[in-house]
């Protein structure tokens, strides 16, 4: 008499659950290997392994798929630093520092960089994906970084200076680092150290809020 596997219906579970996180994995790769013009449905499900009918059930289209990969990946680290700013008992410093070094593993140390790659080169025909993106992520994120700049002149920790401004030039290396990695790492000589420019950044970032232009 045969027997059911012990867990058999638990491990279907778990494997249905994790579908459309390892579509959206294939989907990044094909998108970046394609651009999001090239890339079709057919390419994305033979790259997770999965039939293109399953993808159906998960994401109505291409365009759906693109959404969901950016909320995930980019849009949840977001989530993430909003919350553990709400309940940061440290300084502003500090905070600031935790945001721009968190952002910055995920564009230049995974292969998320290749979003705004992406995002760059296509818009021009697809002119819904730099609107999504600037207002799913950038601007989500440039809102998150003002408070966390206004928070530090509010405590007196920075001095004043217009909060926008000090936003984007606060995340402009990252992105630097961003477009380099996936536009011209491939000619240099040696690999770039990614992490020091984003110390050295911090450091005359610190200096030039303070008061009196010393890092704290």
């Known amino acids: ?55 159906y059930l998960y994401f109505e289209n291409k365009e759906a798929v693109f959404k969901s990969l950016v909320r995930e990946a980019v849009g949840g680290t977001l989530d993430t630093i909003a919350a553990n700013a709400r309940n940061f008992e440290g300084s502003a410093r500090d905070l600031l520092r935790m945001f721009l070094t968190t952002m910055a593993r995920l564009l230049v ?35 998150l970084m003002i408070s966390l700049v206004e928070r530090g002149m509010a405590s007196g920790e920075f001095r004043r200076l217009p909060a926008e401004h000090v936003a984007r030039l606060c995340v402009a290396p990252i992105l630097f680092c961003a477009i380099w990695r996936v536009t011209f790492s491939h000619l240099d000589p040696q690999p770039y150290d990614y992490a020091g420019l984003i110390e050295t950044h911090l450091d005359i970032l610190f200096r030039g809020l303070a008061f009196d232009g010393a890092s704290a």
């Open 109 to 143: 140390d995974s292969d998320k960089v290749e979003l705004p790659k992406i995002i760059i080169s296509e818009s021009s025909n697809f002119p819904w994906l730099a609107e999504f993106y600037r207002f799913e992520v950038i601007e989500r994120g440039l809102q």
């Open 1 to 55: 008499m045969s027997q059911t596997a012990p867990n058999s219906d638990s491990r279907w579970s778990r494997r249905k659950h994790a579908r459309p996180a390892e579509i959206l994995d294939a989907a990044l790769k094909v998108f970046a290997q394609k651009g999001f013009a090239a890339a079709r449905m057919d390419d994305i499900a033979r790259e997770a392994g999965v039939t293109k009918g399953t993808i």
